[in-house]
């Protein structure tokens, strides 16, 4: 057992460094499951971080860089359009909010997955593991027969979460090309979006086949670099000839409020890579707390998307496009840049971004082929992947519906139901403090998650019907 978990701290590792836009999960987190089924023991003489591997763990400073390489996603490119839906002043207060409840549920993940490898005596426990342990350790027998369901519930999220992104990713490619080629190719100006998302479909069905990630891994380092450099372009024009603000709005409509929820979960949701990071470091007491790399982390990854959604929307007002690069002038060589090198590591992403969750799903589906068939599978179900994202992005083609319907589905439950649950059924022994605050207040979070659950998931609909 001890040798098992140590390969996933040396998967994980692997995992996070090929984050883009969007943290990759750790690998094991979808594909196993806690195999010792006995009650908990008594954990005072088990110390999980004493029995982690710790040959190539990672400095402070080391999960901080990671932390901060997968939560700097896409979010800078959609964050300004979250605040055309709500508003500065909202936008900018709800930001920090939306902020300080993700980081507490981040929290709350990492502890129960901490007092949890003492109970099991394992080193440690992936999102997906975390959920069958806490309760299968349930002190309810009723609560207990729900671990496998617990986490398939949590690789399912997590499975459709990296689909439903890849989506994204499509339109995002889709719109940056078609920047370019409206100002470089005139008799493309007006053609469809949906003629940009099928173009490269024959490149996009070569990397939905390859199998290792290692064939990704040149080009997604450079693409984190085209991605920094796209980032301080957009500044650099944000910043310049920014008009008076009151001439923005600071509060926007109740029905427009949904979308900016919704966009804000999925630029800032990031707890899929939360575990990975704290399983790798060598000194994982040093992850909460405070400073603590979280902290540390989140503020920078938050003040950063707070910067973009205020500054674009003050800059572009109810101009701001799904994408702040598509409000970049297009007659200008620095904004051609930005648009073909956010395309070149979209493109990258993609494969990135279906690989993963492939290579997941499908050692659970080979369990149940034969041998003779299983090469023939693993290629059809590829293609399959490939060819839904691309059906998805063609019958949606616009990119804030598919963006607030991933944040509101599965990012919100993902990051804000499942923690506050989890902590109930944890420590539930343990009081759950004085009248059982933690208990109510994690009820409140779990609720807030399902309001904004179906809310989201209403304006989200609302907005694909009117965009089809």
Known sequence: MRREKNVVARESDTVITLSVFNPPVNVTDLKSGVQNGSAPTATADYDPFAERNRENAYSDYGALAHLLKSALSSGFLVMPNAFKNAGLAFGLVSTFVIAFIFNHTIQLLVRCSQELCRRERVPVLAFAETAEAAFKTSRFPVLRSYSTFAKNFVNVGILSSYYGASSVYLLLLATSVQQVCRYYVPAMAELDIRYYVLMPLPILLVLGVLRELKYLVPFSHAANVAVGVSCGITLYYMFCDLPDIAERKNFATVAQLPIFFSIAIFAMECIGVVLPVENS??????????????????????????????????????????????????????????????ALATLVTFGLAVMVPNNIALSMILEKVSPKRAEVVQYVFRI??????????????????????????????????????????VFWDEGLGWKRWRMWKDIFIATFSLFGLATGCYASIVDIINTV
Request: glycine share 8%; net charge neutral; hydrophobic share 55%.
């Open 281 to 342: 470091m060598k000194k994982p007491s040093h992850f909460l707390g405070c400073p603590g790399v979280l902290n540390i982390g989140f503020s920078i990854v938050v003040g950063l998307y707070a910067m973009m959604g205020f500054v674009g929307y003050w800059k572009y007002g109810e101009d701001t496009m799904d994408s702040i690069t598509l409000n970049l002038p297009l007659n200008e060589i620095l904004a051609q840049a930005v648009n073909v090198l956010i």
């Open 384 to 425: 399959f992947v490939v060819l839904a994202s691309v059906s998805i992005a063609v019958a949606i083609p616009k990119l804030q519906p598919i963006v607030s319907l991933v944040g509101a589905v599965f990012l919100s439950v993902l990051g804000l139901f499942c923690p506050p649950i989890l902590e109930i059924v």
